[in-house]
Every structure is written in structure tokens, then in C-alpha cells.
């Protein structure tokens, strides 16, 4: 990784994985098995040019880092969701970010665990969870005592 190309971003949004893409015949099989990892998750070509993409982003990033700033400390919650993503069984991708007066303190996209029905539904669901952590995040902080000022809305 030392001399690699830089990369943009940690992964496209274009790209999609699927479990359909994992290696069918024993040739395929025995070629993805040099790959570190591959034959034990089952991935294809595709699946580790992202992995890669996501090393050279992490090296290209590991210099930054994040200021919280010493103000009101203001929480604020983003959240959305892709409905029907998955390929396997259909299912919606839910994510959602915390930042604390601007500076990112939680985030998480994973999928959801009931098959949504219509759009609205998937997003409703992640919004729920970023409230849900929201909740929580303010609920630590007060705990900590040391900023009484997170409680007002």
C-alpha cells in the first residue's frame, strides 16, 4: 500500500455486492482462494477492488482528525434510507449520523431488520433510529454532569 494510487472515495455508490456474485465454478473458486480472505467470504474481483479502495482511503485520511469546538454544545441527527438495496432479500439499508457542534461523535448504516414495504416506511425506520441514539447521546452527556446545557431543545 506504500506505493499505491491515491483513491477518491471509500466506496461508489454505483457499485453493487451480492451474495449471486460469489465464484460458481471450481476454477473461479480456486482463483479467489489466492485472494486473502476471498474463499472464506465468498467474494469476487469486484469485492476486493473495494476493499482496496477503502485501504487507500483510510491511508490518504490518516492525518485528519476532528475539533468539537468549546461552545453550546448543539446536537444535531441525519438520517436516511436506500429502500429495497439489498438484492438478496430485498430489504432497506438504514444510516444515520450524530454530529456534536459539528464534529461527528456516532454513526451507523446497516440493514434493516424488517423488509420495509414502501419508501416512506425505510425511511421512517432510520429516522427512528437516529432518535433513538440522539436520545441516548444526550442522555450520557447529562450523565457526565459536566455540560448541563445539552437538556434544552
Known amino acids: 500500500m506504500e506505493h499505491s494510487k491515491r483513491g477518491h472515495l471509500p466506496m461508489r455508490h454505483v457499485i453493487k455486492l451480492s451474495k449471486k456474485q460469489s465464484p460458481k465454478t471450481d476454477e473461479e473458486l480456486k482463483r479467489m482462494s489466492n485472494i486473502p480472505y476471498a474463499s472464506a467470504a465468498c467474494a469476487r474481483e469486484r469485492h476486493w477492488g473495494t476493499v482496496k479502495s477503502i485501504l487507500k482511503y483510510l491511508k490518504r485520511t490518516k492525518d485528519m482528525f476532528l475539533i468539537y469546538g468549546d461552545g453550546e454544545l448543539i446536537l444535531k441527527s441525519y438520517s436516511d434510507a436506500s429502500f429495497q ?69
Do not use: C, H, R
Not at 438484492?87 to 432497506?92: G, I, L, N, Q, V
Not at 442522555?139 to 459536566?146: A, D, H, K, M, T
Open 85 to 153: 438495496s439489498d438484492d438478496d432479500d430485498a430489504k432497506s439499508q438504514s444510516g444515520f449520523v450524530l454530529k456534536l457542534n459539528g464534529g461527528v461523535v456516532a454513526w451507523k448504516s446497516s440493514k434493516q431488520d424488517t423488509t420495509a414495504d414502501f419508501t416512506t416506511e425505510a425511511e421512517y425506520i432510520a429516522a427512528s433510529e437516529a432518535a433513538k441514539e440522539a436520545v441516548w447521546m444526550i442522555n450520557y452527556i447529562q450523565e457526565l454532569g459536566v455540560v448541563p446545557s445539552i437538556a434544552d431543545p
